[in-house]
Each structure stands twice: as C-alpha cells, then as structure tokens.
C-alpha cells in the first residue's frame, strides 16, 4: 500500500516557524480525521506529537500544533529550537482497519 | 507508566522466521482499552507498520506482509509476538512495538502513543 507523501526535507532559522505536509488520499487522511504525528531523534524511538489532527499528548509543547484541508494534514512548528532537529512522521488510519505512515520528513534547523 | 521493551536474535538467516517478543511492564496486555502493534523501519528508510492486535484476538495486517505475518499475545506473560517467515535482505530493519490507543471521538484506535525502544535485526547468512 502507499504511504503518505510527505517532503523530504524543511528547514528554518531558531524563532521561525516551519509546516511540514502530509498528503493522503480519499481513503485516508481525506475522509477521517484520525491523523498523527511523531518525531523521531536519531537513534531513538519514534515520540507521539499529535493525534486525531490537533491533540497533543499531556507535556508536549503548544510550539507544535496540527491541522487538516482535503486529503492534507500539517504539522506546524513554532519558534523553532534546536532540539527540534529531527525526522517527522505522519500517519492515518486507512479504510479496511489498517494504518499507513508517511515517507518521513528531516527537520534542519538551521 | 507503560513500558515496552523488545527482544529477540538481531540475525536471521535468508528464507528463515522471525521471531520477536515484546514485554509490557507498569500494566496489562489484556487492558480493552488498547490495541497492541509492530512497526518496523529499515536502514536510513522511513517507519512501516506491520500489524496490531487486542488481547481479544482481532487482528489486523497491512496488506503487503499479511501472507508472512502472525502477530499474537500470551496474556499470562503479558508479551506482544511477531513471526515473519521467509526472510529475505529487505526484512532487515529495527523492529518497534507499540500501544494503539483510540481516537477521542471515534472508535478507531490508530496512534502509537507508548513506544519500545526497538530491536535491531539483519537478515544475512
């Protein structure tokens, strides 16, 4: 099955803010809006950010905020910190019970 | 606090199975309010997801591994398995296990909200 499309890379500048997109499709991210996202350093595990499109998991900062248009969600990432460096992932639930995760996007912070 | 901790031999010969474990500890596999999943992610690649499964026994594949897949729970050792047979070089990736919590407003359980800190296994001979 095809995984969600998401840009390979984004940067930006400590203080800016940078939206990464992840675009689906008719049987996932356009028609539930069961969408999350997580970040991911290197060499640890994936970290849940958001979920159903606009929650954030208790002690994750209001920096990160999330959205949905049509068959595109975005993570959105304000005053962007050093820290924030790292891989981003989206994922969605699919039709017919299953899940589908996002090509990954690298996050330089510049 | 949940707690997810992989295991299981990091090499794997060609055409062989798979073979992982995942132990939950800080509370139960058996708890109905969450599915159970492995996802994997190959060398420098992004994140697949595999399977999941409530203690129940519903279960759910993605298509593309669904022939060579068995997920399951042992609920008295509260573990989370995955077998994957004929192994081939593009199985090699680190193996992940996860909770699979629902939505607030849906009842549709899709995000990993506890992960482990994954497995690494190479499939070589």
């Known amino acids: 099955q095809s995984a969600l499309t998401q840009p390979a890379s984004v940067s930006g500048s400590p203080g800016q803010s940078i939206t990464i997109s992840c675009t689906g499709a008719s049987s996932d991210v356009g028609v539930y809006n069961l969408v999350s996202w997580y970040q991911q350093h290197p060499g640890k595990a994936p970290k849940l950010m958001i979920y159903d499109v606009s929650k954030r998991p208790s002690g994750v900062s209001n920096r990160f905020s999330g959205s949905k248009s049509g068959d595109t969600a975005s993570l959105t990432i304000s005053g962007l910190q050093a820290e924030d460096e790292a891989d981003y992932y989206c994922s969605a639930y699919r039709s017919s019970t299953t899940l589908v995760f996002g090509g990954g996007t690298k996050l330089t912070v510049l | 606090q949940v707690q997810l901790q992989e295991s299981g031999p990091g090499l794997v010969k060609p055409s062989q199975t798979l073979s992982l474990t995942c132990t939950v500890s800080?509370?139960?596999?058996?708890?109905?309010?969450?599915?159970w999943s492995w996802i994997r992610q190959p060398p420098g690649k992004g994140l697949e997801w595999i399977a999941y499964?409530?203690?129940?026994?519903?279960?759910y594949y993605t298509p593309s591994l669904k022939s060579r897949v068995t997920i399951s729970i042992d609920t008295s050792k509260n573990q989370l398995s995955l077998e994957l047979s004929s192994v081939t070089a593009a199985d090699t990736a680190v193996y992940y296990c996860a909770r699979v919590a629902k939505a607030e407003d849906y009842f549709y359980y899709y995000f990993m909200d506890v992960w482990g800190t994954g497995t690494t296994v190479t499939v070589s001979s």
């Open positions: 499964i409530h203690y129940s026994g519903s279960t």
């Open positions: 800080g509370g139960s596999i058996r708890s109905g309010d969450y599915f």
